[in-house]
Structure formats: C-alpha cells, structure tokens
C-alpha cells in the first residue's frame, strides 16, 4: 500500500523553526518527484518547494533562504527545514509524490502529483 505520512507541525512562534517530515511506504522515494505544499484557511492550495532525482530542488519564491527540502533515502524520508518562519507560513503542509522523469524539470503544480498525505498544521504566531 502506497502511503505518504507527514510529522513534525506543531505551533511556534514567529522567527522560529520547524522540520516536517515524510515519510513514504510503499514507494522508493528516490525514483519519486517529492514535493510540498501547503493550504492555509480560505485559499488553494500553493506550492512550496519540491525536488527530484540528482538533488535538484526548486521553492516558491517567499520560501527561498528560509525553507530546505531535503532527502534520506535510508530512511526513506523527505524533510521540510523550516527556519524565520512568519505568520503567513501559518497553514497545513502536505507531502506529495509522483514518479521522475529523467529530463523533466521538478513539478510544482498540484495537479502534476499523484500521491498525497494527510496533512500537518504548522502555526505560526505573532
């Protein structure tokens, strides 16, 4: 059974961090685009950083010096390094998953991910 399951949201106030995790069964996460995103209350859901095979990574644009993705194939586990946070980062962050491509440049679209998680809140306060 594929499964993604996300840890690590919790509340934290501004200017502090947070590393999430993912952690896939069911599929090597190596051979897998990894991606996060996340849905904060009244708004679709946004993408915010992804990386695929050959360490290549790409963020949003209000993620970047702040936010790391990162993979442990042994574990097969994909992290989310979450520093400076801001109350804007407030939302739930969900992991998602679909197969590399060789070639392909790293997905950012929702709609390009076939396997999702539940879910984790991250709150930042002010």
């Known amino acids: 059974q594929v499964q993604l399951v996300e840890s690590g949201g919790g509340l934290v106030q501004a200017g502090g961090s947070l590393r999430l995790s993912c952690a896939a069964s069911?599929?090597?996460?190596?051979?897998?685009?990894m991606g996060w995103f996340r849905q904060a209350p009244g708004k679709e859901r946004e993408f915010v950083a992804a990386?695929?095979?050959?360490?290549?990574?790409d963020y949003t644009d209000s993620v970047k010096g702040r936010f790391t993705i990162s993979r442990d194939s042994t574990r097969n586990t994909v992290y989310l390094q979450m520093n400076s946070l801001k109350p804007e980062d407030t939302a739930i962050y969900y992991c998602?998953?679909?197969?590399?491509?060789?070639?392909?440049?790293?997905?950012?679209?929702?709609?390009?991910?076939?396997?999702w998680g539940q879910g984790t809140q991250v709150t930042v306060s002010s």
């Open positions: 998602a998953a679909t197969f590399d491509v060789m070639g392909v440049r790293v997905k950012t679209r929702t709609y390009e991910y076939d396997l």
């Open positions: 069911g599929v090597t996460s190596r051979r897998y685009n």
């Open positions: 990386s695929k095979s050959g360490g290549i990574t």
